[in-house]
Structure formats: C-alpha cells, structure tokens
C-alpha cells in the first residue's frame, strides 16, 4: 500500500512537471512566432509581393515624360518598370515632382 501511495505520488509530481514545461514550452513558441512575423523580414518579403505584383494594370507602351502620365502612382509605376523614363530630372527616385505636387 505504501508503495502504491509512492507511486501515485511520483505519477503526480511527473504529470505537473510535463504540462508546466508544454506550457513553457509553448509560450517560448507562440513568442517566437510572433516575434518572427513582426520581423523585418517578414516586412520585406510583404514589399517584394507588392513590387512583383503590382495593383494596378499599368504596361510599359514606351512613354516617357511627365506630361504623358495622368497620376502619380502611373509615374512611379513606369519609373520603377520601365526603361528610357525621363521624369526624375534631379535622381532622388520621386518622378513628375512639379506635375503632381510631390
């Protein structure tokens, strides 16, 4: 009977121990995790879809200046895309400056 009761006591103390470290365990996990998809890695693979999939269905079709484009968004589209582009006169990446107010 004495060895029972020991026995029973021993089962008691291992089963606490195993579901306290799965919980530790799983905090570390959940924590790790979230920390990963708040990394900046997860941020530039997020901007590298947006690059290689552009929203809008614009087409290189040989434009090249200002006045040929009717946004914004179309000007940086053709001078991130598009070969022989004349619309970032000064080189700082910001196309069409005086024509979009930029």
Known sequence: MKNL????????VAWQFYFKDS?????VHKKVVSEFSNSDAMKTLARAGEI???????RCDGRQYCSQMRSYDEAKYFIRYCPNTKMDGDGDGIPCERQFNK
């Open 5 to 12: 009761l020991i026995l029973i006591v021993i089962c008691a």
């Open 23 to 27: 919980a530790v365990v799983e905090t």
């Open 52 to 58: 290689a999939n552009p929203k809008t269905t614009y």
